[in-house]
């Protein structure tokens, strides 16, 4: 069974910096679409960033450029997002999402909570 897990939230004041964490099993995640995507109370799911053939290309929302980084560990099957320079908009829960590049299918991490606050 295919499974994404997120970690690395957390509580951290304005300014500072978060690495979440998404680990695969049984998918390789260089194989797939990676995404990370976050949703804040009352908002919709949005898209923050992707990275395809395992880094090779990336994109970012336009908050997310200059801050935050996408990127993969072939060794360990595990995609990061680092966060830096966190402001108290960037308040979410953040989703890991993994899309078949070949294949119609679309997993979902459970999600990790990020709080910005002084």
């Known amino acids: 069974q295919v499974q994404l897990v997120e970690s690395g939230g957390g509580l951290v004041q304005p300014g500072g910096s978060l690495r979440l964490s998404c680990t695969a099993s049984?998918?390789?995640?260089?194989?797939?679409?990676m995404s990370w995507f976050r949703q804040a109370p009352g908002k919709e799911r949005e898209l923050v960033a992707v990275?395809?053939?395992?880094?090779?290309?990336?994109r970012y929302a336009e908050f997310a450029k200059g801050r935050f980084t996408i990127s993969t560990d072939k060794a360990k099957n595990t995609v990061y997002l680092q966060m830096n320079s966190l402001k108290p908009e960037d308040t979410a829960v953040y989703y890991c999402?993994?899309?078949?590049?070949?294949?119609?299918?679309?997993?979902w991490g459970q999600g990790t909570q990020v709080t910005i606050s002084s």
């Open positions: 999402n993994a899309q078949g590049l070949n294949i119609p299918v679309d997993y």
């Open positions: 049984v998918l390789t995640v260089t194989s797939y679409r």
């Open positions: 990275s395809t053939n395992a880094g090779g290309t990336t």
